[in-house]
């Protein structure tokens, strides 16, 4: 049965308010509509991806994130295109039986594979998107995390192979290529659909600043695209991090990414990211779903590390 969005989030119980978008040029109408609130198995805290926790896919290792005080993993989809291997209703079911035993949620679903076979020309990517909403119903994760980097990266690149920064002021701003954007539009314009009638909202994750992902949602037109936020990504790329948490605003993030390019040990000397900003940044905007770390800790220190890159979160994030 088709339902809309007013419909589900009434389903699972969740407040509603105006869902309006305002245009292009006004982005602060963005930030002002209601979130869109996805139904999770579990309270939102410190989940980690799964390729910092291991092999993907892998449920065995479910145990081990709740060994290092995780209560979530962000499971992907496959490991390459012949191996999509939460097709497979096995999987899923004992994805399932150890996260209940050990107190671990699948909050998303990642698209890792975005990054070598992108969704701008690759026809094969729709079938793989409609699979991670399968999944992620299967799994009751509230998103899918859709990656644009390396082969998939949506910026222009000029004779010379380089990314051309428009920006004339103190944060980047990066020209697109509008060939591969129009192209991931209309994809995901099919494909919205599908993902507003299970309830599971599309994250933008990729190289380019919060406005432009915005005027992407906005093209789509569909609150059920929203973006998976990755501070250190952002950091990286020259962009204002806690500038861009407030202009997207609560109901236009799904989740958020916390690594730091410089340390594997979150906020520890050296860091390059201002976790303590992004925080803040958070914090105002009403922020209150999952964090997920996108590091491992020092080689062999996995459990330590997590631990302590957990700790840091909670403290840090203000997650109880």
Known sequence: MTMDRRSFLKSTGVALGATSVGSLGGMAACSAASPVRTSYVGTPGIGICDWNLGPMCDPELIPTAAEADLTGIQVSLGRDPEQ??????????????LGRQHGVTFHSIALGMFNTYPLAEEPR??????????????????????????????????????????????FASF???????????????????????????????NTITGAQNLEIIE???SEWLQIYYDVGNSTGNGYDVPGELRMIGNDRLCEVHLKDWNTPLLGSEGAMVDNAAAAAALS?????????????????????????????????????
């Not at 999509?84 to 039986?97: G, K, S």
Request: proline share 2%; charged share 30%.
């Open 84 to 97: 999509i291997l939460l097709r497979d209703p096995a999987l899923r079911r004992r994805y399932v039986e």
């Open 125 to 170: 990517c729709a079938v793989w998107l409609i699979d991670a909403i399968d999944a992620a119903v299967a799994l009751s994760a509230g998103n899918v995390l859709m990656a644009f980097f390396g082969d998939g990266d949506l910026r222009f690149r000029d004779d010379n192979g380089d990314f051309v920064n428009e920006s004339e002021g103190e």
């Open 175 to 205: 020209r697109l290529d509008g060939e591969k954007v129009t192209s991931v539009v209309e994809t995901l314009k099919q494909v919205v659909p599908r993902a507003r009638d299970a309830g599971v909202a599309l994250g933008l994750e």
């Open 219 to 221: 093209m789509v037109g």
């Open 284 to 320: 105002e905007i009403g922020y209150e779903r999952w964090l997920v770390l996108e590091t491992s800790g020092r080689q062999d220190h996995f459990l330590e590390d997590t631990r302590a890159n957990v700790a840091w979160a909670k403290e840090t994030f203000g997650v109880v």
